[in-house]
């Protein structure tokens, strides 16, 4: 069965640095999503993306965030000068408003 | 007003029973309703999709949508304690808006 791919599954990073959160969607999927849920929060949209560009984002992703297709299968998330806050898991996911969308089995970010 | 509300739980039932999991939402507009299922640090994973009023089979589980209430619904038959997780209620309008997501367990 089609799966979306993260990596990494953890990321231990300073505060202030940049991370970059990767994921590789299904291949036949044209929508994108990037998710965070905070532990014991619930899942909170970022950004959805179609055609290269950004679609829709939340009011969380501020300019802080950034996101890419640098190649034809690659999705990332780039947060610049990371907080503490920005502690939680980060799912990607692909798929559509009809048929749903399939995540991927995350990165847990942790910013020390 | 919350766009999609849960009861949190935890709702606890034994082995072999039927578990009830409510969901209501704001927007009247929402196209599209959801349940996923994630155990704990692990990623949502799609179970039911419906669309239209009514209710909607596959295997153990049943999905309820009354749009005029603004609810959604999702029954488990026969219980399993590998059932046990949190169940998430999800609506899509432009995007995928989640609930807070109900705890079941089931006891053996």
């Known amino acids: 069965e089609p799966e979306v791919t993260q990596t990494p599954s953890h990321q231990v990073t300073q505060m202030g640095q940049e991370v970059i959160l990767r994921c590789v969607p299904i291949?036949?999927?044209?929508?994108f999503y990037w998710y965070r849920q905070i532990l014991g929060q619930k899942v909170e949209f970022l950004v959805s993306?179609?055609?290269?560009?950004?679609?829709?984002k939340s009011e969380i992703f501020d300019d802080q965030f950034s996101v890419e297709r640098p190649d034809g299968s690659n999705f990332t998330l780039k947060i610049r000068s990371t907080k503490l806050e920005d502690s939680a898991m980060y799912f990607c996911?692909?798929?559509?408003?009809?048929?749903?969308?399939?995540f991927g089995s995350g990165t847990r970010l942790t910013v020390v | 007003q919350k766009e999609v509300e849960q009861n949190s739980g935890p709702l606890s039932v034994p082995e072999g029973a039927i578990a009830s999991l409510n969901c209501t939402y704001s927007d009247r507009v929402s196209q599209s309703f959801f349940w996923y299922r994630q155990y704990s640090g692990k990623s949502p994973e799609l179970i039911m999709s419906i669309y239209s009023n009514g209710d909607k089979e596959d295997g153990r589980f049943t999905a309820q949508l009354n749009k005029a209430s603004q609810y959604v619904s999702l029954l488990i038959r026969d219980s399993q304690p590998s059932d046990s997780a949190t169940y998430l209620c999800a609506v899509i309008r432009s995007t995928l808006t989640f609930g807070k997501g109900t705890m079941l367990l089931v006891s053996p």
């Open positions: 996911a692909s798929g559509s408003s009809n048929y749903g969308y399939t």
């Open positions: 291949s036949n999927h044209l929508y």
């Open positions: 993306f179609y055609n290269n560009e950004i679609s829709e």
